[in-house]
């Protein structure tokens, strides 16, 4: 990520002020995550779209990997505390030319994806994010 974009992120998240600049930055790595997981990566620009629903259980997967049983805490520090608020900080990154969307695209399709306390409880899903053995010698 360049400088402008970082500030343009830093301009962004202050003026909309609901949501961190790390939210913000959080939800366009976990973008480049999900293409990545589709197999998008390689298409064209116009064909790696991600649709709202595949973008929200990308940020779960993508956040359970990062933040392991810290999540939730994260999340509520940067304010996001439902799966509409992911949405919110899409169309504003949209909405400054930071991140595209489509036609068929709309926030609603962010709206109650699924509860945060289900879908991001570390002990029923840390089986699926484990992480390399650390070295004792």
Known sequence: MGDAFLHDIEVLAERDGRYSRAAYLFVYDALQH???KLGRESMPREQRHVSGRDLIYGISEYALDQFGPLTLTVFDHWGIRETRDFGEI????????????????????????????????????????????????
């Open 90 to 137: 899409v169309f504003n990154l949209v909405n400054d030319n930071l991140m595209s969307k489509t036609d068929d695209d709309r926030i609603e399709d962010f709206t109650d994806v699924f509860e945060f306390d289900v879908e991001l409880d570390w002990k029923r899903r840390r089986s699926e994010f484990r992480r390399p053995e650390a070295s004792t010698t």
């Open 34 to 36: 999900t293409v990545k």
